[in-house]
C-alpha cells in the first residue's frame, strides 16, 4: 500500500496549517512538498508522505476535507511503477479488465475479486472490445485495485477508464479562491469591453440618427423655401 498522499487546493492556505491538519490522521509526515507555482489554470497541490500507509487510509475514510472553509481534494499517490503518469494523479471511478490471453472471462468470478474493493455500480462486458468495464461509486477503489494489482487473477491486466481528450492534460479536481476570483476578474474585464462596444456603438447610432434628423429638418426647410418661391411667382404671375 502507498504512503504517499496526494492534496489538491491548496493555494489559500499556508503549508504549516496543511501538515497540522493532516498529522493529526496517525503517524508523521516525513516528506513534505508543495507546487505552488503552476504553469497551467491547474491548482496549487502538495505531495505528503507519512510514516505508515494506516495514515493514508484514516485520511481517504474521512473525506470529505477542509482547512478554513477551503475545500481539499485528496487521492492516493499511487507508484509509478503501477501504472502510468496520467493513471498515476487522475482520479477516475471505473476500469478496463483485460484478459492478455484468451480474451474470455469468468464474469461470476471477477465479480466476486472486484467486490472487495468497493460498491460495484456497473458491470458489463464489452463484446466488441473483448473487456469488461466495471464502475465504482468511489474513485478510491480504483487506487485500491491498482495497489493490488500484483494479486490479480492469473492473466488479467486492467487500465482506468481514461477518456481520450484527458490523455494528454492532468486536471486537479480543486479550485481555489485565487483561480476564482482570477475568473471573475477577467469575466468583469470582458463584461466591460463589451459595454464599452456597446456604448461605443450606441453613441455611432446616436450621431447618425442625430445627422439624419437635421438631414431631414434641411430637407424640409429647402421644400418649405421652394413652396414660397412658388407661392410668390404665381401672385407675380396673377397682378
Known amino acids: 500500500m502507498t504512503n504517499e ?89 471505473s476500469i478496463f479488465v483485460y484478459n492478455k490471453l484468451t480474451k474470455e472471462f469468468d464474469e461470476k468470478k471477477l465479480k466476486t475479486y472486484f467486490k472487495n474493493f468497493g460498491y460495484i455500480l456497473k458491470f458489463e462486458h464489452d463484446h466488441v472490445h473483448k473487456r469488461l468495464l466495471i464502475e465504482y461509486d468511489d474513485y478510491d477503489s480504483v487506487d485500491k485495485i491498482f495497489l493490488n494489482k500484483e494479486n490479480l487473477p492469473k492473466n488479467i491486466d486492467i487500465h482506468k477508464n481514461i477518456l481520450p481528450y484527458a490523455q494528454n492534460t492532468i486536471q486537479y479536481h480543486g479550485m481555489c479562491r485565487r483561480k476564482q476570483e482570477d475568473d471573475i476578474t477577467i469575466d468583469e474585464k470582458k463584461k466591460k469591453r463589451n459595454k464599452k462596444k456597446q456604448y461605443h456603438t450606441d453613441d455611432e447610432y446616436q450621431n447618425l440618427l442625430q445627422k439624419t434628423i437635421e438631414n431631414l429638418i434641411n430637407c424640409k426647410a429647402q421644400l418649405r423655401n421652394k413652396e414660397n418661391d412658388c407661392v410668390i411667382l404665381q401672385m407675380g404671375k396673377l397682378i
Request: glycine share 2%.
Open 5 to 93: 498522499l496526494f492534496v489538491d487546493g491548496i493555494c489559500e492556505l499556508d503549508d504549516k496549517a496543511i501538515q497540522s491538519y493532516f498529522s493529526k490522521f496517525g503517524s508523521r509526515i516525513i516528506n513534505y512538498e508543495s507546487h505552488r507555482h503552476r504553469p497551467t489554470n491547474s491548482c496549487c497541490f502538495a505531495l505528503i508522505s507519512f510514516e505508515s500507509h494506516h495514515t493514508v487510509n484514516a485520511i481517504l475514510r474521512h473525506r470529505p476535507h477542509s482547512i478554513d472553509f477551503y475545500s481539499l481534494f485528496v487521492k492516493r499517490l499511487l507508484p509509478p511503477a503501477l501504472c502510468s503518469f496520467i493513471e498515476r494523479l487522475l482520479p477516475v471511478s
